[in-house]
Protein backbone atom coordinates (compact mmCIF):
# COMPACT_ATOMS: atom_id res chain seq x y z
CA UNK A 1 0.00 0.00 0.00
CA UNK A 2 0.82 3.77 -0.60
CA UNK A 3 2.39 5.38 2.18
CA UNK A 4 1.85 9.38 2.87
CA UNK A 5 3.66 11.38 5.06
CA UNK A 6 1.63 14.33 5.57
CA UNK A 7 3.24 17.38 7.82
CA UNK A 8 0.67 19.59 9.01
CA UNK A 9 0.67 23.42 9.81
CA UNK A 10 1.21 25.45 12.73
CA UNK A 11 -1.60 24.30 15.47
CA UNK A 12 -2.96 22.25 12.66
CA UNK A 13 -2.73 19.08 14.57
CA UNK A 14 -6.48 18.52 14.75
CA UNK A 15 -7.47 21.52 12.00
CA UNK A 16 -5.17 19.48 9.13
CA UNK A 17 -5.68 15.75 10.49
CA UNK A 18 -8.95 15.83 8.05
CA UNK A 19 -7.28 17.21 4.92
CA UNK A 20 -4.87 14.56 5.87
CA UNK A 21 -7.21 11.94 6.01
CA UNK A 22 -9.03 12.86 2.63
CA UNK A 23 -5.54 13.26 0.60
CA UNK A 24 -5.28 9.08 2.30
CA UNK A 25 -8.51 8.15 1.37
CA UNK A 26 -8.04 9.48 -2.37
CA UNK A 27 -4.50 8.40 -2.61
CA UNK A 28 -5.37 5.13 -1.56
CA UNK A 29 -2.43 5.30 1.06
CA UNK A 30 -1.90 5.10 4.58
CA UNK A 31 -1.22 8.88 6.52
CA UNK A 32 1.40 8.94 8.61
CA UNK A 33 0.88 12.70 10.62
CA UNK A 34 3.15 12.79 13.36
CA UNK A 35 1.47 15.51 15.56
CA UNK A 36 4.14 18.22 16.18
CA UNK A 37 3.20 20.57 19.19
CA UNK A 38 3.06 24.26 18.99
CA UNK A 39 4.64 25.12 21.74
CA UNK A 40 7.95 25.22 20.33
CA UNK A 41 7.90 26.73 16.71
CA UNK A 42 11.88 26.26 15.73
CA UNK A 43 12.57 24.88 12.84
CA UNK A 44 15.12 21.77 14.45
CA UNK A 45 11.79 21.50 16.92
CA UNK A 46 10.05 20.49 13.86
CA UNK A 47 12.26 18.99 11.70
CA UNK A 48 13.11 16.07 14.07
CA UNK A 49 9.92 14.52 13.75
CA UNK A 50 9.54 15.23 10.14
CA UNK A 51 13.47 13.33 9.96
CA UNK A 52 11.99 10.33 10.94
CA UNK A 53 8.81 10.34 8.92
CA UNK A 54 10.83 10.68 6.17
CA UNK A 55 13.63 7.96 7.62
CA UNK A 56 9.93 5.25 7.15
CA UNK A 57 10.38 5.62 3.04
CA UNK A 58 7.07 7.70 2.33
CA UNK A 59 5.80 6.66 -1.47
CA UNK A 60 4.07 10.74 -1.46
CA UNK A 61 5.19 13.93 0.81
CA UNK A 62 2.91 16.63 1.49
CA UNK A 63 3.30 18.99 3.53
CA UNK A 64 0.80 22.45 4.54
CA UNK A 65 1.54 25.82 5.52
CA UNK A 66 4.52 25.90 8.28
CA UNK A 67 4.51 22.26 8.03
CA UNK A 68 6.10 23.08 4.08
CA UNK A 69 8.24 25.79 5.05
CA UNK A 70 10.18 23.11 7.59
CA UNK A 71 9.90 20.56 5.18
CA UNK A 72 12.16 22.42 3.17
CA UNK A 73 14.73 22.76 5.32
CA UNK A 74 14.71 19.35 6.16
CA UNK A 75 14.99 18.76 2.38
CA UNK A 76 18.03 20.48 2.30
CA UNK A 77 19.79 17.43 3.59
CA UNK A 78 17.45 14.94 3.21
CA UNK A 79 16.47 14.85 -0.12
CA UNK A 80 13.22 12.97 -1.60
CA UNK A 81 12.36 12.27 -5.35
CA UNK A 82 9.24 14.81 -4.50
CA UNK A 83 7.23 16.79 -2.57
CA UNK A 84 3.76 18.37 -2.49
CA UNK A 85 3.44 21.53 -0.49
CA UNK A 86 0.54 23.31 0.26
CA UNK A 87 -0.40 27.17 1.35
CA UNK A 88 3.25 27.62 1.76
CA UNK A 89 4.37 30.93 3.71
CA UNK A 90 7.34 33.04 2.19
CA UNK A 91 9.54 34.30 4.90
CA UNK A 92 11.40 36.78 3.40
CA UNK A 93 11.56 40.22 3.48
CA UNK A 94 9.10 40.37 0.72
CA UNK A 95 6.53 38.16 2.58
CA UNK A 96 6.35 37.94 6.50
CA UNK A 97 9.86 39.01 7.17
CA UNK A 98 10.82 36.40 9.93
CA UNK A 99 14.57 35.78 9.18
CA UNK A 100 14.84 32.14 10.66
CA UNK A 101 11.99 30.50 8.79
CA UNK A 102 13.80 31.43 5.32
CA UNK A 103 14.09 28.48 3.81
CA UNK A 104 17.60 27.26 2.86
CA UNK A 105 18.34 25.71 -1.12
CA UNK A 106 16.66 22.45 -1.52
CA UNK A 107 18.41 20.44 -3.76
CA UNK A 108 17.50 20.02 -7.46
CA UNK A 109 16.62 16.95 -7.61
CA UNK A 110 14.18 17.07 -5.36
CA UNK A 111 10.73 17.77 -7.53
CA UNK A 112 8.71 20.68 -6.16
CA UNK A 113 5.09 21.27 -6.40
CA UNK A 114 3.45 24.31 -5.15
CA UNK A 115 -0.04 24.51 -4.06
CA UNK A 116 -2.27 27.26 -3.13
CA UNK A 117 -6.03 28.63 -3.27
CA UNK A 118 -6.53 32.03 -4.15
CA UNK A 119 -9.04 32.48 -1.26
CA UNK A 120 -6.59 31.80 0.98
CA UNK A 121 -7.51 33.86 4.26
CA UNK A 122 -4.65 32.82 6.64
CA UNK A 123 -1.43 32.94 3.97
CA UNK A 124 -2.09 35.26 1.19
CA UNK A 125 -2.30 34.21 -2.30
CA UNK A 126 1.03 36.90 -3.20
CA UNK A 127 3.04 34.18 -1.48
CA UNK A 128 2.83 31.61 -4.39
CA UNK A 129 4.76 34.03 -6.32
CA UNK A 130 6.78 34.92 -4.04
CA UNK A 131 8.02 31.35 -3.51
CA UNK A 132 8.09 30.42 -7.26
CA UNK A 133 10.18 32.96 -7.73
CA UNK A 134 12.71 31.83 -4.99
CA UNK A 135 11.82 27.88 -6.08
CA UNK A 136 12.40 28.62 -10.14
CA UNK A 137 12.28 24.50 -10.52
CA UNK A 138 9.35 23.47 -8.64
CA UNK A 139 5.45 23.02 -10.75
CA UNK A 140 2.89 26.17 -9.75
CA UNK A 141 -0.81 25.01 -9.80
CA UNK A 142 -3.32 27.96 -8.53
CA UNK A 143 -6.72 26.72 -7.19
CA UNK A 144 -9.56 29.10 -7.57
CA UNK A 145 -11.47 28.08 -4.24
CA UNK A 146 -10.29 26.22 -0.82
CA UNK A 147 -9.09 28.31 1.07
CA UNK A 148 -6.41 27.72 3.79
CA UNK A 149 -7.30 23.87 3.90
CA UNK A 150 -8.18 23.12 0.80
CA UNK A 151 -11.88 22.63 1.03
CA UNK A 152 -13.05 20.98 -2.15
CA UNK A 153 -9.78 21.33 -3.98
CA UNK A 154 -7.81 18.10 -2.38
CA UNK A 155 -9.51 16.21 -5.61
CA UNK A 156 -8.07 18.46 -7.84
CA UNK A 157 -4.50 18.30 -6.06
CA UNK A 158 -4.37 14.67 -6.24
CA UNK A 159 -5.18 14.86 -10.00
CA UNK A 160 -2.39 16.70 -10.56
CA UNK A 161 0.47 15.06 -9.08
CA UNK A 162 2.65 12.60 -10.73
CA UNK A 163 2.77 9.99 -8.81
Known amino acids: MTRLLFVHGAGGE ?46 VVIAHSFGATVLLHVLASVPVPAATLLAMPDWSAAGWDVHQYEWPTVPPEVSLTLHHCRDDDVVPFSHLALASARLPGARVVEHQRGGHQFEGAVGEVVASMRL
Open 14 to 59: DDDEPLAEEFGALLGATVDMPRIPSDDMSVEAWARPIRRGLEASPD
